[in-house]
């Protein structure tokens, strides 16, 4: 059964840093590109960062997060992972795992997802 877990979330002050996981079940994790989404309060899904198989590797970063975010995947333990570093208030929402047969690009900019998770809280407040 197709299931992907997320963890790592919470509450941060402003300026710190949170490390998201996701483990991937029942599914052939190398074949897909694999990413991360977020979901503001009031606002629509956001392609965070994106990363393609092994076969390719590329990545993509939304804007906002450029510098800030790293994305990386460990097809052994079919897991993703998002280290999160100075964190913005802006940065708050539910933070989902997902994975395509689209590129990075595609995937995280037109939210050309075939699965994902349930997803994660992310706080960021003083």
């Known amino acids: 059964q197709l299931q992907f877990v997320e963890s790592g979330g919470g509450l941060v002050q402003p300026g710190g840093s949170l490390r998201l996981s996701c483990a991937a079940r029942g599914i052939t994790f190398d074949y897909y590109t694999v990413g991360w989404f977020r979901q503001a309060p009031g606002k629509e899904h956001e392609g965070v960062s994106c990363?393609?198989?092994?076969?390719?590797?590329?990545?993509y970063y939304a804007d906002s997060v450029k510098g800030r975010f790293t994305i990386s995947r460990d097809n052994a333990k079919n897991s993703l992972y998002l280290q999160m570093n100075s964190l913005k208030p802006e940065d708050t929402g539910v933070y989902y795992c997902a994975a395509s047969s689209s590129s990075a690009h595609a995937m995280c900019r037109i939210l050309a997802r075939d699965y994902w998770g349930q997803g994660t809280q992310v706080t960021v407040s003083s």
């Open positions: 990363i393609s198989n092994n076969n390719d590797g590329s990545t």
